[in-house]
């Protein structure tokens, strides 16, 4: 079992930028991937990047690609997610996720899941 809380979420005007963290605890040492997705109201769960936890590869979203950063800190198990140029269509609440084999864009790849955040952008 592997247990995510993330925290860093909030309100931020349009351009401005907020730091999503994600601390994982439990069976975090055979830990494949770790990822964030996105959910608005009414709409489905996104991919939005993800990072493999040895080769540190990244993968991004096109909306959020050069202006959102996925980064890890081994030592403490924790995965985050710098935004920057927030738009208001980033208004969304953030997962993070965690994968034992891969690093997929469909949520239903994913085996653990965070109870998310709620990142809001304003005009």
């Known amino acids: 079992q592997v247990q995510l809380v993330e925290s860093g979420g909030g309100l931020v005007q349009a351009g401005g930028s907020l730091r999503l963290s994600c601390a994982a605890s439990?069976?975090?040492?055979?830990?494949?991937?770790m990822g964030w997705f996105r959910q608005a109201p009414g709409k489905e769960r996104d991919f939005v990047a993800a990072i493999r936890w040895n080769s540190g590869t990244t993968s991004y979203a096109g909306p959020v690609k050069g202006r959102f950063t996925i980064s890890k800190n081994n030592a403490n198990n924790t995965v985050y997610l710098q935004m920057n140029s927030l738009k208001l269509e980033d208004t969304a609440v953030y997962y993070c996720?965690?994968?034992?084999?891969?690093?997929?864009?469909?949520?239903?790849?994913?085996?653990?899941w965070g109870q998310g955040t709620q990142v809001t952008v304003s005009s």
């Open positions: 439990g069976r975090t040492f055979s830990t494949y991937a």
């Open positions: 996720a965690e994968d034992r084999t891969r690093s997929g864009r469909r949520s239903y790849e994913w085996e653990y």
